[in-house]
């Protein structure tokens, strides 16, 4: 298996098969979430903290900057193109995002972002492995056919994504032939059992049925390895589970937050606590913010009440506890974190395994969760909300929660609006009666700051992380506090500000 | 002829007397005004002779003046209502006082028809408002342009003062003063009323015969080619019929670009969002004067007990789609491109911090790319002329104006010297060139505030036209001037090339601004009153009168007349006797019918034989090679062109410019060097001064044109584009071993003075005639040859002159730049046109032209027995008074006689 490599032409790869060795440390840091209380916004000045100059900022905040155009015409499917970036607060980042567009079938553009938790292990995979699933779930049956026969007879196999990364992006560790394994069972057994159901709602059940097989296919997986190296399989000395280790993976977790455009409707994907908000222009040419996503956690309601509904009332006080899962776990639903699916009997196996195992996990994850009763607790099956993208629909922002916890969406859309509508096209003022001319003469003059702000990013998605961590309060970017934001040292970053990865997709024209 | 028209023209008796519903929102004066309406039926009896379209202020002033000087049947068309596009809501101030002659005068006129004739006519008050001007000046440079226009003032009877920071505060005690250096102070300045002036106007010019049509835009208009292939304006189209004219003029603002385009007739204007904001109530301004401040781009009009607030900025907002349907409609204010101006206004008069806002007027304004208007008969179409493109100075200018342009249509040409706003000022290749009229106009735009400095040039659009040199004379340093789109040397930088870039529009816009300008620095040394830093202009004129130069004047407009009628018509034209034998070159005059000098120039008499072109035309008869200055090329052409046509001479006019490069090479050693380079013998006896003929130049036919701009011996070469570089050259390695060096017109400026040759538009102007300007000798008065303008000539020689030229030097080392006022015996008798410093005589050197007090002649022994006296920003210098230049009096040296 190993030796058959698809056809890899340009940026088209089927990439499972050609992963780099990550250069990175494992991480240190394997905290369930960021503890309540860390959303102080209070900035103060280390000892000894360097303060960064203005270069140095832009060096740190642009690292990471990505942005793609697509070529005008069907196969851009409506979007225009696209601003990313990311800045890690844990070392390293947890963070993933993941764009491409499909290739075979309907097609389509994919866009993602992950939020890892306990490691980037899981949030790694997911960004690496999802779009895949997607695109088989959703591909007719007629061409995963064509696609099994190619791989049968060991022919060139057509690319399914092609990917827009930016080259300092993660990527996997894993040798491949698992997920590939894997990915075709998955459309192994689509071709067994399905009928062919190419009309619009194919897109919504195929996204769910990609999410939850992907989450089984890494459940099962991690049992196997768990299997493997049982006790009685001593592991050499040293030899810990490598990053990519589908135990490693199934142990950390991740949220996810897809956006899937095609023929000019959009598909939105969401699982865990990361959003997606709709930029809409109105006719006076005002911005409005529309959520495309409900967060899954404690403070939705509903996502409440249906946790508390899958399990016996007895458990009411027991299954979700200060604002978490069984008192643990921050998000209600996410991939990987099979300590609060698997059942007691897989995971007491688990915890008895071997010391590579244990290794591999930190010792807040060890042992099974109070009151773990009736799982699972947590979901895989995303919340799908469909849209068709109206003229007035310019942009929509993906982002993780890293964001959002610092701005609220309106904000994040009148950014983003201002800012392609650029200095020109600035929303004109209209001074109230009351102005003299001195009052007005302050506004403007703070107008024009924020204007000079909007110039210094080309990326919006840069243009919304310098908002983010240097505002002032009044909507423009203190430079000492952004400075500030930035050169906190990596233990202390945490405590200010999450990893934060934004992705923001330009649907229409201004 | 009679046109019988369908609808909605009446005779001009029948009208009647309707209230103005022509008011601006901001005008509190209800002016009735005799108006047609276009619901009723109307005819028109007779092809009015002038139809004015467009009822701004231009429209309203030209059909006026054309009714006052005798035009009775004018009729002017008003697509809405009087003022309705954007005079309505111009600020309508007026200053008198501009650093230029001209506009001072026409500034005057607006002043007295809508100060006094209006209401002496109509009984009618305008709604003028006389309550002074202030200049606000920040720092030296900006006192001493004011100190400028005070010694200006003076000649012109305008009371100005210059006050001190103390006495400013007595007069504005709501003005901070502690940021002044001084302030000049009009006391007659003042305010116009748009609607209640262009009312007047309409009352008085109705009242004369004239017809104002409203609500009747005009649809197209036809244009006939008669039996000599010459467009001409035929008729105007309206939706209620069609009016015959041979004349229509342009005065339709932002839309004049539009009308234009119905007749075939580039406008090259440009509309820009123009603003200013009036203020609340404001206790203790009544009666204040208008402020401008030039050094914060701000004025700040008085209106009523409250202010208007306005300015020019960096960042103006273009109207890119001029709509039709835009009566008494403004824009909404884009107070972050307004925000520039509050700051200024603020800091000078403070109490507006605590100011509320009572209303903003922002609409469309016309600006062209030099902010002077566009006037004058379109060179596309006869009988079209132009008046638009005011640069929001309609109301200012208009009055000056539309007397200018009404003496244009009835005589032909205008009365004062109006080069500087005429169409033709400008290249026909560049008056469509969207770029260039965008990019000039923002820089003018920009800049409307600026000091006007002597050298300055603009940085927009250059580059336009480039002569076979500009790359070579880039590499060797040359500095270039812009003139007339060519790129033409300046002087020479020795500190290696500072070219010109393209233009950054100075950062507006988020463009990146140049950076390591170098031109633009070279430039910014020379802002200054003093002596600009020379440079090496004075190295290269010394080795000019010392050494050889070479001057590269491949600009020259270059033309050939030629045809069975060219000698009638070479008579006809030219004031000199131009018809010597072939070979010769004469310098000659050419003047309009008043005997106002239009273009001096040289003629050179051809000898027939076949094409040899570009050096010769084909011509069996006689046939004249015409080389005129590059930067006046458009109106010599179109000047010559229009008596051609309306002599209906058989004869053709070929331009050859730019298939020619010309380089003149002159200085004492110009013959040495020369003739290594030329296989003609250069003798004074075989190639006398004032000759020419075609030689060979380093293997390449030229024309060779012994003639002399600086009063030297030397020749010029006018050589084909090809052989322009191998001939440059071969000059330059044979000049070597003479120390020759490359030279520019900032020389020939200083050089051309010295010796007393006439720079037109400067020395020499269509209100000039030859013998005031001390060019009798071109004019065959002795033969009976007629020649256009001759009868004015012949009776100002029978009367005495009433003015004339004067040369002064002084011995003080104070730079002088023109418009320096000259006083005869402490009274006042002219300004200055023109000076420089001619650093052969080591003086500052200037003419002017003066009058005499009592209106007399001025006769040599008025000039020889006063004293005279120059006043430059308000000090006043001994001159002396020179009957002829001080320099080679005997005029030796173009004769080659250096002893």
């Given amino acids: ?510 | 002829m009679v046109a019988s028209l369908p609808s909605p023209f009446i005779r001009g008796q029948h009208r009647t007397l309707l209230p103005s519903a022509a008011r601006s929102p901001l005008s509190d004066n209800a002016v009735p005004c005799a108006v047609q309406r276009v619901n009723s039926m109307f005819m028109v009896p007779h092809p009015p002779d002038v139809v004015v379209i467009g009822g701004g202020s231009l429209g309203c002033q030209t059909i006026y003046h054309l009714a006052k000087m005798g035009i009775s049947n004018a009729v002017l068309l008003e697509r809405d209502r009087l003022t309705a596009g954007t005079t309505w809501h111009t600020a309508g101030l007026l200053w008198q006082l501009r650093p230029s002659d001209v506009e001072v005068e026409l500034l005057a006129h607006t002043r007295n028809v809508i100060s006094k004739d209006l209401e002496e006519e109509t009984g009618l008050h305008t709604g003028w408002i006389q309550n002074g001007g202030l200049f606000i000046a920040s720092n030296k440079q900006r006192l001493d342009e004011y100190k400028r226009l005070m010694s200006l003032g003076k000649v012109y009877g305008i009371e100005s003062h210059v006050l001190s920071p103390a006495e400013t505060k007595d007069l504005y005690p709501l003005m901070n003063v502690d940021d002044l250096y001084g302030t000049l102070y009009v006391p007659k300045d003042g305010t116009m009323d748009p609607a209640g002036t262009c009312t007047t106007l309409s009352r008085a010019a109705t009242t004369r015969g004239a017809m104002v049509i409203e609500n009747c835009p005009v649809t197209g208009i036809q244009v006939k080619t008669d039996d000599f292939g010459v467009k001409r304006v035929k008729a105007v189209e309206t939706p209620h019929g069609t009016i015959e004219t041979p004349c229509v003029v342009n005065c339709a603002g932002v839309w004049a670009t539009k009308l234009g385009e119905m007749a075939g007739v580039k406008v090259p204007l440009i509309a820009m969002h123009h603003a200013y904001v009036v203020t609340e109530r404001i206790e203790g301004i009544q009666n204040m004067p208008n402020v401008r401040d030039h050094d914060a781009s701000v004025y700040l009009r008085l209106q009523g007990d409250a202010l208007s607030v306005g300015g020019y900025e960096q960042n103006p907002i273009f109207w890119e789609e001029v709509s039709d349907k835009f009566a008494f409609s403004l824009f909404d204010l884009d107070w972050d491109v307004f925000m520039q101006h509050i700051e200024g206004a603020i800091n000078r008069v403070p109490v507006l911090e605590q100011t509320g806002i009572k209303s903003t007027v922002c609409g469309p304004e016309s600006f062209t790319a030099d902010h002077k208007p566009l006037m004058g008969e379109a060179p596309e179409v006869r009988g079209f002329f132009l008046g638009c493109g005011f640069n929001s100075a309609g109301m200012m200018l208009g009055g000056g104006c539309g007397r200018e342009l009404a003496h244009w249509i009835i005589h032909g040409r205008p009365e004062k010297d109006m080069y500087g706003y005429d169409i033709r000022r400008f290249h026909s290749s560049l008056t469509d060139n969207k770029r260039w009229i965008r990019e000039r106009s923002h820089e003018s735009y920009a800049k409307n505030y600026s000091v006007v400095f002597p050298f300055d040039e603009p940085l927009a659009s250059r580059n336009m036209r480039k002569d076979p040199f500009h790359q070579i004379l880039t590499e060797e340093g040359c500095v270039f001037q812009e003139r007339h789109g060519w790129e033409r040397p300046g002087w020479f930088n020795k500190d290696g090339p500072a070219p010109v870039k393209d233009y950054d529009y100075y950062g507006a816009y988020g463009i990146r601004t140049n950076i390591n300008y170098k031109y633009n620095e070279l430039l910014g040394k020379e802002y200054t009153f003093n002596f600009p830093p020379h440079h090496d202009i004075k190295s290269e004129c010394l080795s000019c009168r010392h050494g050889v130069v070479v001057f590269n004047m491949s600009y020259f407009g270059k033309f050939y007349l030629t045809g069975p009628d060219a000698k009638k018509a070479a008579d006809w034209l030219f004031t000199a006797d131009v018809n010597k034998k072939p070979g010769s070159t004469v310098y000659t005059c050419m003047l309009n019918r008043r005997g106002g000098a239009e273009a001096d120039l040289t003629v050179s008499r051809l000898e027939p034989g076949a094409a040899n072109l570009p050096l010769a035309p084909e011509s069996d008869g006689d046939a004249y090679y015409l080389a005129v200055g590059g930067g006046v090329a458009e109106h010599n052409w179109n000047h010559i062109r229009s008596v051609i046509q309306d002599r209906g001479f058989r004869c053709q006019l070929t331009d050859h410019s730019e298939d020619m490069g010309m380089i003149s090479i002159q200085g004492p050693k110009s013959r040495e060097v020369l003739q290594e380079v030329l296989d003609s013998d250069l003798s004074n006896n075989a190639f006398p001064f004032s000759t020419h003929k075609v030689v060979s130049a380093a293997g390449h036919q030229v024309r060779a044109m012994r003639l002399s701009f600086v009063g030297e011996l030397g020749w010029e070469l006018h050589i084909p584009r090809d052989a322009c570089i191998p001939v440059y050259r071969a000059v330059m390695a044979a000049g070597a071993k003479h120390g020759i060096i490359n030279s520019g017109y900032r020389a020939i400026d200083s050089l051309s003075i010295e010796k007393g040759y006439r720079h037109w538009h400067a020395d020499l102007r269509p209100d000039d005639t030859p013998l005031e300007a001390g060019l009798g000798f071109t004019c065959k008065l002795r033969s009976s040859i007629p020649f256009q303008g001759r009868e004015r000539l012949e009776k100002q020689k029978e009367e005495g002159l009433k003015r004339h030229i004067v040369c002064f030097t002084i011995d003080e080392k104070i730079p002088m730049f023109g418009l320096e006022a000259v006083f005869r015996n402490g009274v006042p008798v002219g300004h200055l046109r023109r000076a420089d410093y001619g650093f052969f005589i080591d003086k500052t050197i200037s003419y002017g032209y003066i009058r005499h007090p009592d209106g007399g002649v001025v006769s040599s022994d008025f000039i020889k027995t006063g004293d005279f006296t120059l006043e430059r920003m308000g000090v006043t210098y001994k001159a002396t008074a020179h009957l002829k230049s001080p320099f080679d009096p005997e005029n030796k040296r173009v004769k080659g006689i250096y002893s």
């Fill in chain 1, 1 to 510: 298996m190993l030796g058959r490599s698809g056809t890899i032409r340009g940026c088209y790869t089927l990439e499972f098969w050609q992963y780099r060795a990550l250069s990175s440390p494992p991480p240190e840091l394997h905290r369930v979430h960021y503890p309540a209380g860390s959303r102080s916004r209070k900035s103060h000045a280390e000892p000894g903290a360097v303060q960064l100059s203005s270069a140095q900022i832009n060096q740190v905040l642009k690292a990471n900057e990505y942005s793609h155009t697509l070529p005008r015409g069907p196969a851009s499917h409506g979007v225009l193109g696209f601003y990313s970036n990311t800045l890690p607060s844990n070392q390293p980042s947890e963070d993933r995002r993941s764009n491409a567009t499909c290739l075979p079938g309907r097609g389509g553009v994919l866009f993602g972002v992950f939020d890892g938790h306990a490691g980037s292990a899981c949030a790694q995979v997911i960004s690496q492995r999802l779009f895949y699933y997607i695109t088989v779930a959703m591909l007719p049956l007629k061409m995963l056919q064509e696609l099994e026969w190619a791989v049968e007879e060991d022919r060139a196999v057509p690319p399914l994504l092609e990917w827009h990364k930016h080259p300092q992006d993660p990527s996997c560790l894993d040798d491949g032939a698992i997920s590939f394994h894997s990915l075709r069972n998955y459309w192994q057994e689509r071709l067994e059992g399905e009928e062919d159901g190419e009309q619009e709602e194919g897109v919504t059940s195929a996204l769910v049925d990609a999410f939850c097989r992907l989450d089984y296919d890494l459940s099962v997986e991690a049992q196997a390895q768990l299997l493997q190296s049982s006790p009685r399989k001593m592991s050499l000395p040293g030899e810990g589970l490598a990053l990519s280790s589908p135990l490693r993976v199934a142990l950390s977790g991740s949220t996810t937050c897809v956006a899937y455009v095609s023929s000019g409707v959009l598909h939105v994907a969401n699982l865990g606590d990361s959003r997606a908000v709709l930029g809409v222009q109105e006719q006076d040419g005002h911005w409005s913010a529309i959520s495309l996503t409900n967060d899954h956690n404690a403070q939705n309601p509903d996502e409440l009440q249906r946790v508390l509904g899958e399990h016996p009332p007895s458990e009411h006080r027991t299954a979700v506890r200060h604002d978490r899962l069984l008192g643990l776990l921050l998000p209600f639903r996410a991939f990987g974190d099979v300590r609060f699916k698997w059942s007691p009997e897989m995971l007491n196996q688990l915890y008895e395994s071997g010391p590579n195992v244990r290794s591999a996990v930190s010792g807040s994850v060890w042992g099974l969760p109070p009151h773990y009763l009736t799982p699972p607790y947590l979901s895989a099956q995303p919340e799908i909300t469909r849209h068709l993208i109206r003229p007035a629909d310019k942009f929509l922002v993906l982002a993780t929660d890293g964001l959002w916890e610092l701005m609220h969406r309106q904000t994040v859309i009148q950014l983003v609006g201002d800012h392609l509508t650029g200095l020109q096209h600035q929303r004109p003022i209209i001074p109230r009666v009351d102005m003299t001319l001195g009052s007005l003469q302050r506004l403007l003059l703070e107008r024009q700051r924020r204007v000079q702000a909007v110039l210094e990013d080309q990326n919006t998605a840069t243009h919304l992380l310098r908002h983010a961590l240097g505002d002032d309060g009044y909507g423009a970017v203190a430079p000492n506090r952004l400075a500030k934001m930035l050169s906190l040292p990596s233990d202390l970053a945490r405590r200010y500000r999450d990893d934060i990865t934004i992705t923001v997709i330009h649907l229409n024209e201004l």
